[in-house]
């Protein structure tokens, strides 16, 4: 499926360089993708992650954390300092949640981190 001529439009069209789960719905763009954009939140609140390393995991840009994105939610954004493309495996440490999680202040970032679902 993701050598098909459909996939490798799609994602050079629709997505490339994009994030799939943050990216703003074009004005520009067919009915049928319009849709697919707009089915996310629905779509985030059935998906669980199961994080490992992390190293494929976008810290921002994917729904990993209890449904939410990071790059939308402002107590994450002012307690991490990391670029856009961070993966999670930045607060992994030997399978692990490191000192950037474990080290955090109460607040409700820290509780969702840390649910074991």
Same mark, same amino acid.
């Given at each position: ?6 996939? $490798?439009w799609s994602w050079d069209h629709n ?18 993708? $319009? ?8 779509? $985030? ?5 199961s994080i490992t390393n992390g190293d ?10 209890? =449904? ?7 107590? !994450? $954004?002012?307690?991490?300092? !990391? ?11 030997? =399978? ?6 474990? =080290? ?11 649910i074991e679902d």
């Amino acid at each position: 499926m993701e050598d098909s001529m459909w996939v $490798r439009w799609s994602w050079d069209h629709n997505i490339k360089h994009k994030q799939i789960w943050s990216m703003k719905v074009p004005s520009e763009c067919s009915w049928m993708w $319009r849709n697919i954009l707009y089915t996310r939140d629905i779509a $985030r609140k059935k998906i669980k992650y199961s994080i490992t390393n992390g190293d494929k995991t976008s810290l921002w840009h994917d729904p990993w954390c209890q =449904g939410q994105l990071l790059c939308e939610n402002e107590e !994450a $954004r002012n307690l991490f300092l !990391a670029p856009p493309e961070a993966k999670v495996s930045m607060l992994i440490t030997n =399978g692990e949640w490191n000192q950037l999680v474990t =080290g955090l202040p109460e607040c409700s970032l820290k509780t969702d981190m840390l649910i074991e679902d």
